[in-house]
C-alpha cells in the first residue's frame, strides 16, 4: 500500500529566510506527486504537480520542489519565505490507476515570524 | 473557471442522528470526492465517484453513505452521528484525464 510522510508536523523561520519542507512516499510504481496549502480558515489549494520529466517543478505562489527518486522524497522550497507563506503544507501521492485518489501526509503547519 | 459549494457550512448534530452533507460542482468535472479532515492528521478518503450514480468506497467509508444522483452533485450521508467524528468533510473534484483536484471550503461538523 502507498504512503506518505511529513515528519515535521511544524516549522518555524524568520521571514526572509529559506525554506524547506519535506516529504517522502512509499509506492511501488512510479509516483505522481503533489503539494497543496491550506491557509487559516480555507480550503485546499494546489500547489505544483510531479508527473515525469524535469525533478524540479516549479509550482504557484514562487514555491518549487524536487523530486528524488533515490531517497523517494519530494521536498518542497522557497526562498525567500513571506509572513503570507504562514500556512499547512499537505503532501499527496496519485494512484492513478484508481480514480485519481490521492494518499495526503498528515501536513506541516509553517510560521513564517515577520 | 468554475467553483465547489459545500453546504451547510456547520452542521450540528446530535449523536446517533443521521446526517446528510452536500457538495455541488459547476467545473463540469466527472470524479468527486468527500474526504475528512481532523485535527492535526491528514485528509482520509471517504468515498469518491467517477461518474454519475458510480459510487466508490475509499479508506474510511464505514459509518457513512453516499449518493451521486447528477454529475454535479455529490452528497454525503453520516447514518449515525458520534463524537468522535467531529471534524471537516472537505469535497473534491478533478477533470478525467486526471491533474490537480479543486477543493470546497468544507462543511465542520460538531457532533453533541
Known amino acids: 500500500a502507498q504512503s506518505v510522510d511529513q515528519p515535521d508536523a511544524h516549522v518555524t523561520l524568520s521571514e526572509g529566510a529559506s525554506l524547506e519542507l519535506r516529504c517522502s512516499y512509499s509506492y511501488s510504481a512510479a509516483p505522481y506527486l503533489f503539494w497543496y496549502v491550506q491557509y487559516p480558515g480555507q480550503s485546499l489549494q494546489f500547489l505544483l504537480k510531479y508527473i515525469t520529466g524535469d525533478t524540479v517543478v516549479k509550482g504557484t505562489k514562487g514555491f518549487e520542489a524536487e523530486f528524488r527518486k533515490s531517497n523517494s522524497s519530494f521536498n518542497l522550497k522557497k526562498s525567500p519565505a513571506h509572513w503570507s507563506d504562514s ?3 499537505f503532501c499527496a501521492l496519485e494512484v492513478s490507476n484508481m ?3 490521492l494518499t495526503f501526509g498528515t501536513g506541516t503547519s509553517l510560521l513564517v515570524d515577520p | 473557471g468554475g ?24 467545473f463540469n468535472h466527472d ?7 481532523d485535527s492535526g492528521k491528514g485528509l482520509r478518503l471517504i468515498y469518491y465517484s467517477i461518474t454519475e450514480n458510480d459510487l466508490q468506497k475509499g479508506d474510511l467509508s464505514e459509518g457513512y453513505d453516499a449518493s451521486r444522483e447528477k ?5 454525503l450521508t453520516v447514518t449515525s452521528a458520534q463524537k468522535n467524528e467531529m471534524a471537516v ?7 478525467t484525464g486526471g491533474a490537480e483536484q479543486y477543493f470546497g471550503p468544507g462543511t465542520r461538523l460538531t457532533v453533541l
Open chain 2, 71 to 75: 454529475k454535479s452533485s455529490f452528497s
Open chain 1, 87 to 89: 500556512a499547512k503544507y
Open chain 2, 89 to 95: 468533510f472537505l469535497c473534491a473534484s478533478i477533470r
Open chain 1, 99 to 101: 480514480g485519481y485518489k
Open chain 2, 3 to 26: 467553483i465547489i459549494t459545500q453546504t451547510p457550512k456547520f452542521l450540528i448534530g446530535q449523536e446517533g442522528q443521521k446526517l446528510t452533507l452536500k457538495c455541488q460542482q459547476n
Open chain 2, 31 to 37: 470524479t468527486m470526492y468527500w474526504y475528512r479532515q
